[in-house]
């Protein structure tokens, strides 16, 4: 008869338990891809500057396609 009771109760409080479980789940989620894109734009950000250094010097070539392929990778994406 326990049993019962509990299984009923579980079935009752299941659907929100799941709920607040997927959410936290869900802004952890988010937490590490805004962390992951704040060391990406980081990267990004002192690659950008040390290829920057070449670009006009006529040794180099393809820096400044270079550039814009890292300058466009640091476009603001849909996660922010």
């Not at 049993?3 to 959410?23: G, K, L, N, T």
């Not at 040390?50 to 890292?70: N, S, Y």
């Amino acid at each position: 008869m326990i049993a019962a009771r509990s299984h009923v109760a579980w079935d009752q409080i299941a659907p929100e338990v799941i709920a607040q479980c997927s959410q936290r789940h869900i802004q952890s989620v988010l937490e590490d891809a805004r962390r992951d894109i704040a060391l990406m734009q980081a990267a990004l950000t002192a690659a950008e500057r040390f290829i920057a250094g070449f670009d006009g010097c006529e040794l180099q070539e393809g820096i400044e396609d270079l550039l814009g392929k890292v300058r466009g990778a640091m476009e603001p994406g849909p996660v922010q």
